[in-house]
């Protein structure tokens, strides 16, 4: 069967996006997705996306790691989904859509692409890192000289040890570089690997940062390899809430290919 593909990426986060509203893809076929996401022997991305129909907002997304599994929330990947719906017509400048953590609302501004987060009520508090979930489980660490620090093995190191173990966790690390600007570098669990950027990420740093009182800023940016992104939020007594993913997500390529 050949399948019908669109490439996006999210400041260098990249998917493969299927229109599934048919129901044409086998969701069950792990291996071929994981296969798809090879960089050497299928088309290469970070993940792979399925848009689908749902019964209640504009549409689902199902996201996959580029290992094949199903994953939890990718916040890049939902931006960029929400960029593919609009291209399709789906939606205008405004939408809601389900994903695997819940509801999320989206708005598209001057092509940039706005994504409502689920809200964080637990920031735990470490010697040296927090551990939060924004969708995805996610370490934050501050370290210096970011440029030349060594993501993957340190990361996998993490990600793999006590106590994430087997389920891991994706792992950050944070270099301030003014009162609201961050530099930041992604080891992603699935991907097994550093990553441009990650969506959930950076939004974990955004208010692991707020929350450790290196900023008091309530809109944060975040300076990644593969671009820039924003992330703006409220914070109370019960967490943080209304928080905003913002940034680019752009269609590189459009293919067919043998499922």
């Known amino acids: 069967m050949k399948m019908t593909f669109y490439k996006y990426q999210g400041t260098g986060n990249d998917f493969i996006i299927v229109d599934n509203r048919l129901q044409i893809i086998n969701k069950n076929d792990t291996k071929r997705i994981e296969q798809l996401c090879d960089r050497r022997f299928g088309i290469g991305a970070d993940g792979f996306i399925l848009l689908e129909n749902d019964d209640n907002t504009a549409f689902k997304m199902i996201y996959y790691n580029a290992d094949g599994n199903q994953s939890s ?7 960029c989904i929400v960029a593919f719906a609009n291209f399709l ?3 205008k400048d405004e939408a809601e859509f389900m994903a695997i953590d819940g509801l999320h609302k989206a708005k598209i501004e001057n092509e940039t692409v706005h994504l409502q987060m689920q809200d964080v009520s637990d920031i735990q508090t470490f010697d040296n890192h927090q551990f939060l979930d924004t969708g995805s489980p996610h370490h934050v660490e501050m370290v210096s000289d970011i440029a030349d620090y060594n993501v993957k093995a340190k990361g996998s190191e993490i ?3 006590q106590p994430y173990n087997a389920v891991g966790s994706n792992v950050n690390f944070v270099e301030q570089l ?13 991907v097994e690997d550093e990553t441009f950027s990650c969506g959930t990420g ?7 940062m707020h929350n450790s009182g290196k900023t008091e800023n309530t809109s944060v940016n975040l300076k990644t390899p593969g671009g820039q992104l924003r992330v703006s939020f409220d914070s109370n007594d019960n967490g943080y809430h209304n928080i905003w993913l913002i940034g680019p997500a752009v269609q590189v390529f459009k293919g067919d290919i043998e499922w």
Not at 73 to 79: T, Y
Not at 202 to 208: D, H
């Open 73 to 79: 929330m990718c916040g890049n990947g939902g931006r």
């Open 89 to 91: 017509g789906i939606i």
């Open 159 to 161: 990600r793999y040890g």
């Open 178 to 190: 003014t009162t609201d600007n961050f530099a930041v570098r992604t080891y992603e669990r699935g």
């Open 202 to 208: 950076v939004t974990a740093v955004a208010l692991a």
